[in-house]
């Protein structure tokens, strides 16, 4: 047992500290984890790590140990800094969704931020402390008590953790989500947080083969009375609090939005939220007919998309952020319930096949106007939108508003310059959904815009895009959960509507989770389901005003928000 730890004393003494440092540092941010389970536990996970380097540096991949036990704890040094918090499910589930884009731009922004000094401070404290107490054990001369007093210590740490990489193989058995959150291993070090991580969301894919079967099994029909076509439009990071649709004195980033509103054309509905701040975890609500009411799986229900299939709509999806029989990790994790490709027959009669630098380019691929009303149709276009980072989102040439434009309470002016990427970002959707929504201005039609969800542009902190903090704040629901919600009708829809118009109007100022979109768009389809729910469609007279509207899985967004 002293060999690896004689050997590779550094190691142990480096890994521990910094086991020890990290959910020290997530206390400052909110984060629960404890001190006990790390500061002890953790012992055992250095010493594996130290044999792991020894068995390795007979075959001469020392080095490659190193990178093993190092890297994990390095990566999340850099996610408390950005993201306000350890390895947990969603910010793993954010690191496998990363695709090759994202990814370059995240560590272009890491290395020209301060997380980077950070983390390199942090390092040096911890790496100087490991040096100077190896050096001291190595002067030194232990007796046979201590060094019995440690191998006890470490032993007993052994057996405590026997039980947390038991539950961690529990995990990667598992079939359900469920059944992974009733074996949540100790989270002792970043390995451990990472994995269960990992297996969560592992798990989660395989539950694609629950849906797909519940998805064949339930039907619909057509009723004969639903609109012709019907078009549902997925932003990306858009901030309700960043557009003058919400804000009336805020710059004019939506002048296209603005004028249809101005027209009688656009309802903007006020008070929605998402269920959550992740794109995939709001797209399983969102596309599901299954919601928090429900007492049974998610996956012994279905989706909409494939409920309109099965009406007799067409179905077209383009997206600009995951495609279909792609090599991308961010492909197959963040749109699992459209790439897999059971569900996604089953869904769709038509997608795109490619990204695309712009979301502008993505409406070229879009069908034409008279193909789109041969057949009942819905389409459904997913843009890339505001998504961090912002100056990526718009072709240079459409910057319209610059750093002198801004007035920011934070970051100085590198914040006011955050802000304007983030306004022409906003610009430029603007200019992109106005496009397309006047495509179909002379038809019978109605259209849907929606954000996945909110973002945080410094606002009320310096801090922009998302986070995951542990206790979720009111200003943090505010700004990364509210979602502008709007509907456009044509003339001709509205003519031939004049009563479901009405109710659109009269529903702006209504409580909405925007997951319960799916039961209005069933109504407008016309489409006889035993899976709509009346109480969950906002435009229905029979909407339930009074339910809760829960977030991040277990939170009263209501409830929170009224809080002192």
């Not at 009723?223 to 805020?250: Q, R, W």
């Not at 209504?510 to 489409?527: A, F, T, Y």
Request: hydrophobic share 40%; proline share 3%.
């Amino acid at each position: 047992m002293q060999l690896p730890l004689k050997k590779h004393t550094w190691l142990f003494f480096f890994s521990y500290l910094l086991s020890v440092l990290l959910p020290l540092l997530g206390s400052c941010y909110g984060v629960q984890t404890g001190l006990f389970l790390p500061c002890f536990l953790s012992l055992f996970s250095c010493y594996l790590f130290c044999v792991l380097v020894t068995l390795l540096g007979h075959i001469r991949l020392a080095w490659l140990g190193y990178i093993v036990v190092l890297l994990p704890l390095v990566v999340e040094l850099f996610t408390l800094f950005i993201y306000h918090s350890l390895f947990c499910i969603n910010v793993v589930q954010l690191i496998l969704e990363t695709d090759a884009r994202e990814s370059s731009e995240f560590l272009l922004s890491v290395l020209t931020g301060s997380s980077l000094w950070l983390v390199l401070l942090s390092m040096a404290v911890v790496g100087g402390l490991s040096w100077l107490f190896t050096w001291m054990v190595r002067r030194l001369r232990f007796s046979y008590v201590v060094q019995a007093l440690v191998f006890v210590i470490i032993s007993w740490a052994g057996a405590r953790q026997m039980s947390t990489y038991k539950k961690l193989w529990m995990t990667y058995c598992a079939r359900t989500v469920s059944e992974c959150a009733d074996v949540v291993p100790h989270m002792t070090t970043p390995l451990v947080r990472f994995f269960y991580g990992v297996a969560f969301n592992h798990v989660a894919t395989k539950e694609m083969d629950v849906l797909e079967a519940s998805v064949r099994r339930l039907g619909a029909q057509s009723t004969g009375t639903g609109c012709p076509l019907i078009v549902l439009v997925i932003g990306e990071s858009f901030s309700k609090y960043h557009t003058p649709l919400y804000v009336a004195d805020y710059r004019p980033v939506s002048p296209n939005l603005t004028k249809l509103r101005d027209q009688g054309n656009l309802v903007v509905f006020t008070d929605a939220v998402a269920p959550f701040n992740v794109t995939s975890n709001v797209f399983k609500r969102l596309f599901s007919t299954w919601d928090d009411s429900c007492s049974d799986d998610w996956t012994q229900h279905t989706l909409f998309t494939a409920l309109f299939r099965k009406a007799g709509y067409e179905v077209c999806f383009f997206t600009n952020q995951f495609v279909y029989n792609s090599n991308d990790n961010y492909d197959g994790l963040g749109g699992t319930i459209f790439n897999q490709s059971g569900l996604s027959r089953l869904q769709f009669s038509r997608r795109n096949k490619q990204k695309h630098d712009y979301d502008m380019e993505l409406l070229d691929e879009l069908p034409s106007i008279d193909s789109l009303t041969q057949h009942p149709t819905l389409l459904i276009v997913h843009l890339i939108g505001q998504h961090a980072k912002y100056a990526e989102r718009y072709p240079a040439s459409e910057t319209h508003f610059r750093a002198s434009d801004v007035t920011a309470n934070f970051g100085g002016e590198s914040g006011r310059q955050t802000v304007a990427e983030y306004d022409n970002a906003t610009y430029y959707n603007d200019k992109v959904v106005g496009r397309l929504l006047n495509l179909f201005r002379s038809e019978d039609a109605i259209a849907f815009y929606l954000s996945d969800h909110g973002e945080e542009v410094l606002d009320w902190r310096d801090y922009f895009c998302r986070s995951n903090e542990e206790n979720l704040s009111r200003e943090v629901a505010r700004y990364q959960y509210e979602v502008p919600l709007l509907c456009c009708m044509t003339d001709t829809f509205q003519a031939r509507r004049p009563a479901l118009a009405d109710s659109i109007r009269a529903a702006a100022s209504r409580p909405i989770l925007s997951s319960d979109l799916s039961n209005v768009l069933l109504h407008l389809g016309g489409i006889s389901t035993d899976e709509y729910q009346a109480q969950h469609d906002f435009i229905s007279e029979k909407y339930d005003k009074q339910r809760k509207r829960i977030i991040r899985g277990d939170i009263d967004y209501d409830a929170l928000m009224k809080e002192q």
